[in-house]
C-alpha cells in the first residue's frame, strides 16, 4: 500500500469555523446531542468500533465536543485533545484525524436512513396497493421516481464489488453494506418514532440553521399534506401502512398526514439539501479533503515516532507541524475521495430543460381543489425559501445550506 504523502493536491486543514458549519448547518448533525449541564455540544463515533478496515488505515477519532461557535476537544481512542490546553501545533494535527472523520461522516454514516428502508418500501409499494388514478398514487408518483431503482443499484450484492462510490472508504463493501442494514434497522425499529425525524425536535438542536430550516420545510409539507386527507381513501392508506410496517415497525400506528408528509420530506428536502451541502462543503470549502488515513492518532510527546515521520518523508518536523495536512494524507487516498465526491454528491441537472425540482412540481391532480392546494403549497415553498436565503448564521455569515433550486422531487443520486 502506498504512503507516499500528499504534494500534488492542494489539500488544506479544516478550519475552527468549518467544523462548527459542518455540525450545525450541514446533515452532518445526525446524531449530535446537547449536554445541559456542560452547554456542549457533543458528536460521537463510536459505531466505528464494529469496523473492519484495510490493513494499515485507521479511524481514531470517537468524540468531538463544541459550543454554536468553536469546536473545544476531540477525543481519540485513548487521549483526549482539548483545543485550550495543547499546542497550536497539537490542535492541527489532531484536525487532521477530525477533519478524515468528518468527509467520511455524511456519505458513509449520516445519510443511509434518508435513502433506504422506508423509501424503499414505499417506492415499492405505493404503485401496488393504490388504484392508478388514486390521490395518495398522484400524490407519491413524483416523490418515487428513481428511489427503487437508484437504492438497489447500490445494495444488489451482484454489482457491489464494482459499485464505484466505495472506492474512497477503507473498508470492503460487504463491510459498508452490512453497516447500512444495522444502522437502518437501529435508527427503524429501534429509536422509537421516526414520523418526523427526531433530529428536529432533539433537545438543544433546534438553534442549529440545518435543524431549523428542515423543521420549516416539513411544517410547509405537513400543512399540504393535511390538506389531501379528506381525498385519500383509507382503505388504501391502511393496506399500505401495513405493508411499511412489515419492514418500519413504527410505521404500524403511524398517522397518515405524518406518514406522508415525513416521505415526502425525506426524498426531497432532506435527500437533496443534505448532498449539496454535502458537496459545497467538501468540494468549495475544503477544497480537496481524504476520507481515509494511513496512520493512527499519536500525540506529539512520542518524539521518537514523529522524527522518523519527518525523517522518512525527507523533511524537518516542522514542517509536518506547521502543516500536517500535507504529509499526513496521501494523494492516492484524495484522489479516491474526490472521485466519491465529484460523481455521487452533486445533483447534475437535466440539460434539456430539467423539470424535476420541488419548485416545478405537478401531481397532475383531476380534482381543482386539489391543484388548488398544489399551487398553494409552491407558494409556501418560495415565501419559506427567500425567508432562508435571508438567514445568517452565529458569526453573521450567510447559512451554508442551498435554497429551493436545489431541491428535487425525488431521491435522484
Ligand atoms: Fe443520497
Known sequence: MSRRFSCGFPVKLITDDQIICFFTQTGGCQHVTFDEESKLYNCTFYQLDDFKLYEG????????????????????????VVRDKVSADEWRMAKVHLQVMISIYSPAMAHNWVHFVFPTTVATYAPKVAKPNAV???LLRPHRRFTEQLNYEVLDPSTLEFAMPTVA???????????????????????GQVFPSPIISRNGLD???????????????????????PYIDEEEFYRFRSLIAESVKCAADAEMKDLLATYIWQVTVIHSLDHAAM?????????????KIQMPYVPYSNTEYWTLFAKERGVPLTWVKSNPEKYMLTDADIGDSFVLIECFMEYIPDMFGDDSGLSQINYHFKDKSLS??????????????????????????KVHLHGLEKIAQSIRD
Open 57 to 80: 488505515y485507521y479511524f481514531d477519532v470517537r468524540e468531538v465536543k463544541f459550543t454554536l461557535t468553536e469546536p473545544v476537544s476531540i477525543k481519540f481512542l485513548n487521549h483526549l
Open 372 to 397: 388548488q392546494f398544489q399551487e398553494e403549497f409552491k407558494k409556501d415553498l418560495n415565501a419559506l425559501n427567500d425567508a432562508h436565503m435571508a438567514e445568517r448564521d452565529f458569526k453573521g455569515n
Open 169 to 191: 472508504l477503507p473498508f470492503s463493501k460487504q463491510e459498508f453494506r452490512d453497516y447500512i442494514a444495522k444502522e437502518c434497522d437501529t435508527y427503524y425499529n429501534q429509536v
Open 207 to 229: 438553534k442549529f440553521p440545518y435543524v431549523r430550516q428542515m423543521k420549516d420545510y416539513y411544517d410547509v409539507i405537513l400543512k399540504f399534506v393535511e390538506k389531501m386527507i
Open 279 to 291: 458537496y459545497e462543503f467538501y468540494r468549495r470549502m475544503l477544497t480537496f479533503t481524504s476520507m
Open 136 to 138: 395518495l398514487t398522484d
